[in-house]
T-cell receptor
Framework: GQQLNQSPQSMFIQEGEDVSMNCTSS?????WLWYKQEPGEGPVLLIA?????ELTSNGRLTAQFGITRKDSFLNISASIPSDVGIYFC???????????????FGTGTRLKVLA | DSGVTQTPKHLITATGQRVTLRCSPR?????VYWYQQSLDQGLQFLIQ???????AKGNILERFSAQQFPDLHSELNLSSLELGDSALYFC??????????????FGPGTRLTVL
């Protein structure tokens, strides 16, 4: 089935550094979502992308919908300790048998920020 | 706070037992999704309900079942529990639940431990 591969799997960075992570798929997506999950909590939506080439920001976060529609990127600028967590990408896949969409999630990028 | 509530927060039970997890969606959301997240794993889609009817199915075991009630809350029933069922179970809700652009909001999760 379809898979979303995220890289890197984990990152240890110093406070103040910029962070880049990406998500790739073997097939085309029409929507890319980026979520953040903190320990013991549910994922929280950060950014949603709906159009190839789209670049969207949410505070210090910027995400881009890749031109090929098979990838997406998330950047965090000037990281702070509260950025720690797991960042997931997600995208909808269409079931041709039922005509419905379901979301698949990437394996996540674990971010740790050292003060 | 996403507006999605889940109970209980923690559940410890023994192999072979049956448990019920409960989810209340955000006010106005008609669609409910259930996900399983095992240790260090991404989110695996289990099942989706829309306005009381099953809409999409993922990798849900036959020992698991779900339903959505007229007041739109949902329950996930897990039976004949095995050690490998230990995981975080998340519920998410969205307004409509169709198409690839419907944003899902996640609850805080129920941590199930099977001993």
């Amino acid at each position: 089935g379809q898979q979303l591969n995220q890289s890197p799997q984990s990152m240890f960075i110093q406070e103040g550094e910029d962070v880049s992570m990406n998500c790739t798929s073997s097939s085309i997506f029409n929507t890319w979502l980026w979520y953040k999950q903190e320990p013991g909590e549910g994922p929280v939506l950060l950014i949603a992308l709906y159009k190839a080439g789209e670049l969207t920001s949410n505070g210090r976060l910027t995400a881009q919908f890749g031109i090929t529609r098979k990838d997406s990127f998330l950047n965090i600028s000037a990281s702070i300790p509260s950025d720690v967590g797991i960042y997931f990408c997600a995208g909808p896949t269409l079931s041709w048998t039922s005509g419905t969409y379901k979301y698949i999630f990437g394996t996540g990028t674990r971010l740790k920020v050292l003060a | 706070d996403s507006g999605v509530t889940q109970t209980p927060k923690h559940l410890i039970t023994a192999t072979g037992q049956r448990v019920t997890l409960r989810c209340s969606p955000r006010s106005g959301d008609l669609s409910v999704y259930w996900y399983q997240q095992s240790l260090d794993q991404g989110l695996q889609f289990l099942i989706q309900y829309y306005n009381g009817e099953e809409r999409a199915k993922g990798n849900i075991l036959e020992r698991f079942s779900a339903q959505q009630f007229p007041d739109l809350h949902s329950e996930l029933n897990l039976s004949s529990l095995e050690l490998g069922d230990s995981a975080l179970y998340f519920c998410a809700s969205s307004v409509v639940g169709q198409g690839g652009t419907d944003t899902q909001y996640f609850g805080p999760g129920t941590r199930l431990t099977v001993l």
